[in-house]
């Protein structure tokens, strides 16, 4: 029992300083981006006009998001749905916010499929959004961004997932915060609460109004923060690398098939 404690007390460890780490960050990311686009801290003393988002600054343009340059799909699978193994498809149930991903709940499709298909590859940094499922007349949307080989190298949407691409790493990252204000909550909620099958499609997406990126401090947003998005990905990264090796050490560890003097040869 000792050797499994000290063994599984180090990952644990490095684990949770990685996860307080990307709280930190996503806090402060948070933080600056109520003090800049809800607060409108920069903006006191200039003129602000109303708009569907209320009050904001006259600078602050918006225009819908089918109006700016912008990327939008789901992905697919083949006839016969997931397979076993092959190239990972991420679902709904995965799209859960910066730093997650359960790799229990990972699906696949095969490799000649990924290599075919044109839709829902994700180079990493796009805006993914909870596309559709749950409960009858109850949508809660959902966003996240991966990256920098988390929670993969080489992966793929579902089609219960839309991937946004606004063709800009730091206006994604401004769109990740901007969709969870409650405008843009509210709206997506009640729309997806009203469908048969709870979710949206992406006219509803492209009609959602934001502030453009030819603002200066849209572009300072994402530049601040993008290097904040990095070190989450990289720490989510670390962390699944950790818990894979611990996964398959500690068995071996436990039973005496593995000795700690074994491992450090």
């Not at 200039?46 to 009050?55: I, P, T, W």
């Not at 966003?143 to 730091?170: A, C, K, Q, W």
């Not at 206006?171 to 405008?183: C, D, S, V």
């Amino acid at each position: 029992m000792r050797t499994g404690y000290y063994t599984y007390k180090p990952h644990n460890l490095s684990v949770r300083k990685n996860k307080r780490r990307n709280g930190n960050l996503e806090q402060q990311a948070q933080a600056l981006f109520k003090a800049w686009f809800v607060d409108f801290e920069p903006f006191k003393g200039g003129e602000f006009v109303e708009s569907k988002l209320g009050r904001i600054p006259k600078e602050l343009t918006i225009s819908k998001i089918g109006d700016i340059p912008h990327k939008i799909e789901s992905g697919k699978r083949p006839k016969g749905g997931a397979t076993s193994e092959g190239i990972p498809s991420i679902g709904a149930e995965n799209i859960k916010g910066l730093g997650f991903y359960d790799y229990s709940k990972t699906k696949y499709i095969p490799k000649d499929f990924a290599s075919i298909t044109n839709r829902g590859k994700i180079s990493g940094y796009e805006l993914l959004i909870y596309k559709d499922g749950g409960k009858p007349g109850y949508f809660i949307p959902n966003y996240t961004i991966f990256g920098e080989g988390f929670p993969f190298e080489y992966m793929f949407i579902n089609e219960h997932v839309f991937l946004l691409d606004l063709m800009s790493r730091e206006y994604n990252i401004f769109a990740y915060f901007y969709m969870q204000t409650p405008y843009i909550m509210n709206q997506l909620n009640s729309i997806g609460g009203k469908a048969a099958i709870p979710g949206i499609n992406t006219k509803d997406v492209e009609s959602l109004p934001i502030f453009t990126d030819d603002n200066k401090k849209v572009k300072e947003f994402g530049k601040i923060v993008l290097p904040m998005i990095t070190t989450i990905l990289k720490n989510s990264r670390e962390n699944a690398h950790l818990t894979k090796l611990r996964n398959t050490l500690l068995p071996r560890l436990m039973s005496g098939e593995l000795k700690i003097n074994d491992l450090n040869r």
